[in-house]
């Protein structure tokens, strides 16, 4: 929703929004902050897994109380009381399904990387074959 990139990941101008439109707004070292403190890969951007780890580590009581990703993840919690079960229910489905999501695609960036690989050893092969068969002449 907050990936006005349509990249798949949330850049700082990103959060900076996300932050403001769900009224906890951040300073400019505070948005660099929150990045930075579940950026795994440091591409400086929050990809989807980065953004779960976030509720992860709220849920894991790893963050400190007054930082930006906590005011984050208490602000994307869902009150039942307020919402209704059936609320909290459509809340954990999206919730499931955006990890099912994630998971599905990391099983296809899985596979693509091992065809990567396969086809790397394959050319790497037919080299070595051919530079055999060179050699063969060349004597």
Do not use: C, W
């Not at 990139?5 to 009224?23: A, H, P, Q």
């Not at 906590?70 to 869902?78: N, R, T, V, Y």
């Not at 954990?92 to 994630?102: D, N, R």
């Not at 990391?106 to 060179?134: N, T």
């Amino acid at each position: 929703m907050y990936d006005a990139g349509r990249d798949g990941f949330i850049d700082l101008m990103e959060l900076k929004l996300m932050m403001e439109k769900l009224g906890a707004p951040q300073t400019h070292l505070g948005l660099k902050s929150m990045i930075k403190e579940v950026d795994e890969d440091f591409d400086g951007k929050l990809s989807f897994r980065e953004f779960l780890l976030i509720f992860h580590k709220a849920a894991a009581g790893e963050l400190q109380e007054d930082s930006g990703l906590m005011a984050l993840a208490k602000l994307s919690e869902i009150d039942v009381a307020l919402e209704g079960v059936k609320g909290a229910k459509n809340f954990f489905e999206a919730k499931v399904q955006a990890l099912s999501s994630a998971s599905k695609f990391e099983a296809e960036l899985k596979a693509e990387q091992d065809e990567r690989k396969r086809e790397e050893e394959e050319r790497r092969l037919r080299q070595a074959a051919f530079q055999k068969l060179k050699a063969n002449f060349n004597t």
